[in-house]
C-alpha cells in the first residue's frame, strides 16, 4: 500500500527552530513536495526535492533521502505567521498523482 | 494573475441533490485534479485529468462524476449528494514533470 507518514501537531516558540518529518512507503517515486496551508485557505507551495539532500529556500529548508523514505521540512527563525498546517506529498510513479500526507499542525508561541 | 478559480465558494445541498463544481485555470496545465480534505484524513484525490477530453480515478472516485471538455475547465459533478459527500472541495493544476501543484480556494459542501 501507499502511506505517508507525519506528526499530527507540533509547538515552538517564536524565534525557534522546528523540524517536521515525513516517512513515506509508496509504489515508485518521482519527486516530494512539501506545502504550507494556513486554517480555511488553499494549500500552497513550499519545496520540491527529486534526488538525496538538501534545499535551501530563505528561512525553510527541505531534505530528502529516498533510501531511507523520509524527509523533514526545517523552519528557522520561527514568526506567528508560521503557524500553518504542513503537507507531504508524494508523486507516485505513474508521475501523475500525488499521495498526501495528513499534515502536521504547527503552533507557534509568543 | 487568477491562477485556479473554483465555483462556488460555499454550498448547502439536501440528501439526493444533484450539483456541479466548477474548476478554471488560466496557466495552460495540462493536469487537473479534484481532492476531498477531510478532518484527519488529509487531502484524497477524487480524480484527475492528464490532458483534455481525459479523466481517471483517484483513490475516492465513487458517487463523483468529472468531464474535462476544454483544457481550462475540470467539472465535478455529484450525481445523488449524500451526507458523507460534505467537505472541502480542492481543485489543483500542474504542468507535467517536475512541476508543484497550483490549487484553488477551495469549496465547501455541506450536505444534509
Known amino acids: 500500500g501507499q502511506n505517508i507518514d507525519q506528526p499530527t501537531e507540533m509547538t515552538a516558540t517564536e524565534g525557534a527552530i522546528v523540524q517536521i518529518n515525513c516517512t513515506y512507503q509508496t509504489s515508485g517515486f518521482n519527486g516530494l513536495f512539501w506545502y504550507q496551508q494556513h486554517a480555511g485557505e488553499a494549500p500552497t507551495f513550499l519545496s520540491y526535492n527529486v534526488l538525496d539532500g538538501l534545499e535551501e529556500k530563505g528561512r525553510f529548508s527541505s531534505f530528502l533521502s529516498r533510501s531511507k523514505g523520509y524527509s523533514y521540512l526545517l523552519l528557522k527563525e520561527l514568526q506567528m505567521k508560521d503557524s500553518a498546517s504542513y503537507l507531504c506529498a508524494v508523486r507516485d510513479g505513474t508521475q501523475y498523482k500525488y499521495i498526501f500526507g495528513t499534515g502536521t499542525r504547527l503552533k507557534v508561541l509568543a | 494573475n487568477a491562477g485556479v478559480t473554483q465555483t462556488p465558494k460555499f454550498r448547502v445541498l439536501k440528501t439526493g441533490q444533484s450539483m456541479t463544481l466548477l474548476c478554471a485555470q488560466d496557466?495552460?496545465?495540462?493536469?487537473m485534479y479534484w481532492y476531498r480534505q477531510d478532518p484527519g484524513m488529509g487531502l484524497r484525490l477524487i480524480h484527475y485529468s492528464v490532458g483534455e477530453g481525459t479523466t481517471a480515478k483517484g483513490e475516492v472516485p465513487d458517487g463523483y462524476n468529472v468531464s474535462r471538455l476544454k483544457k481550462q475547465n475540470f467539472l465535478l459533478g455529484l450525481e445523488s449528494a449524500a451526507p458523507s459527500q460534505t467537505s472541502v472541495y480542492f481543485c489543483?493544476?500542474?504542468?507535467?514533470?517536475?512541476?508543484?501543484?497550483?490549487f484553488g480556494d477551495g469549496t465547501r459542501l455541506s450536505i444534509l
Open positions: 489543483a493544476s500542474s504542468l507535467p514533470q517536475s512541476q508543484p501543484q497550483h
Open positions: 496557466m495552460n496545465h495540462e493536469y
